[in-house]
């Protein structure tokens, strides 16, 4: 198993532009995350969804942040324009279904660290 | 405002030694913990979890402590080896995980000396 993959890995940007950044979850899990970690507020939940449609998105920071997934293979956050304090760590994770049990673990990618000059 | 708070950015011990992470959390609705490890350039991963209905679970070398009326929860790792450096996290759930929200506490870096 190839595990969550995200891409891209680094990305380096100015103000204004902007940023999407790409997530493949596991195979068959039926959540899919975004977090932001920063040194100041650690992970930060920004929007899950749950069989692609989006269940909580109380953490998005601002309108400028949106996310999608349009089919269960694929998510997308995007930050349009950016700023330099989005510069962060941003991880994407999923998560079986919890079958009559307790099973909230989560599978977290690599992250992308995007830097916003 | 942080539902949950791991007030140590960081704890250095020496290997063989007992390691102690704390976690606090204010929501009361919060009713299965998590804690997760990260190393440099890689994601979290899953470590250690326990249920408002227990106030310990054992994994081998990590021991998950709850104190629902103090709202506290502690990690503890005996004995500490040097591949143990590294990042945790504290996590904490509500209606017994199953929406699969997780909040995240802000981390705790431990350092593990040989």
């Known amino acids: 198993d190839a595990g969550v993959i995200q891409s891209p890995r680094h990305e380096v940007t100015e103000m204004g532009q902007e940023v999407t950044l790409r997530c493949k979850p596991i195979s068959g899990h039926d959540y899919l995350f975004w977090y932001r970690q920063t040194m100041m507020r650690g992970l930060e939940l920004l929007i899950y969804?749950?069989?692609?449609?989006?269940?909580?998105d109380s953490g998005m920071p601002e309108d400028r942040f949106s996310a999608k997934m349009p089919n269960a293979s694929f998510s997308t956050l995007k930050i349009q324009p950016s700023e330099p304090r989005d510069s962060a760590v941003y991880f994407c994770?999923?998560?079986?279904?919890?079958?009559?049990?307790?099973?909230?673990?989560?599978?977290f990618g690599p992250g992308t660290r995007l830097t916003v000059l | 405002d942080q539902q949950v708070k791991q007030n140590s950015p960081s704890l250095s011990v020496q290997e063989g030694r007992i390691s102690i992470l704390n976690c606090d959390y204010t929501n009361s609705m919060f009713d299965y913990f998590l804690w997760y490890k990260k190393y440099p350039a890689e994601g979290p991963t899953f470590l250690i979890s326990i249920s408002s209905i227990k106030d310990k679970n054992e994994d081998g070398r990590f021991t998950v402590f709850l104190n629902k009326s103090a709202k506290h929860l502690s990690l503890h790792i005996v004995p500490s080896q040097p591949g143990d450096s590294a990042v945790y996290f504290c996590a904490a759930s509500a209606f017994s995980g199953n929406t699969g929200k997780l909040i995240f506490g802000q981390g705790t870096t431990l350092q593990v000396k040989p």
């Open positions: 994770a999923s998560s079986p279904r919890a079958s009559g049990k307790v099973t909230d673990t989560q599978y």
């Open positions: 969804f749950n069989n692609n449609v989006p269940i909580d």
